[in-house]
């Protein structure tokens, strides 16, 4: 469920730090130099990084395409390369069968079948596409609020040090107690019994 969904979960951030100036060429150089890779043809399990809104599937940040108005919008996409177990355990078979034809033996040591497995497991990686996860993120630089578009606890970690590594700024989750900190007026007194206040049971 994206910005665009119809019904859409999403997390709320305040942004604290500022950009090098000028803003969008430093926004434009963060997103250039941490861009998905495409590892279909490699070995490697995952891949993260941002990608373009209107064409996640070729990441493209030309002619400020992730700029929108006095927001900015781009994705975080996360691809993953899953083989199911019982695929591994297949070729797993279908190799040590080979490998025991081959050499005239009846079984393999441990450590040999080991190597196998990791073999087929290396072969498999290369061969099986990457299954992409991507979420839309919307930044309003000038008001220090982004939002994104998931509330999934492992993509928004994903993002936050991300962001961090991208543009040198913190991401900071708001809820009931961030938002009141932040937005609530809370001076003096207030401020400092806010600050002591601690979760309270509601069930022994």
């Known amino acids: 469920m994206g910005l665009l969904s119809s019904s859409s979960s999403l997390t709320r951030y305040r942004v604290e730090g500022k950009l090098e100036k000028p803003v969008m060429e430093t926004v434009y150089a963060g997103l ?16 993260m990084g941002w990608t373009s ?22 994705s975080l996409r996360i691809d993953r390369k899953i083989i199911p177990a019982k695929v591994i355990q297949k070729y797993y078979a279908i190799e040590l069968f080979k490998k025991l034809k081959a050499s005239g033996r009846e079984f393999l040591s441990r450590n040999e079948k080991k190597m196998l497995k990791e073999q087929v497991i290396n072969l498999l990686t290369l061969r099986i ?23 999934l606890k492992k993509p928004c970690e994903e993002l936050e040090t991300l962001f961090l590594t991208s543009f040198n700024l913190k991401l900071v989750r708001l809820f009931p107690y961030t938002i009141t900190e932040f937005y609530g007026g809370l001076l003096g007194d207030e401020y400092d019994a806010f600050t002591k206040l601690s979760p309270s049971k509601l069930m022994e």
């Open 32 to 47: 250039i130099r941490n861009a998905i890779a495409n590892i279909d043809d490699n070995a490697a399990e995952r891949a």
């Open 129 to 151: 596409p990457a299954t992409p996860n991507i979420y839309n993120l919307l930044w309003s630089y000038e008001t220090e609020n982004l939002w994104f578009f998931t509330n």
């Open 53 to 74: 809104f209107n064409d996640p599937f070729v990441p493209s940040f030309e002619g400020s395409s992730f700029i929108i108005g006095s927001y900015f919008l781009f």
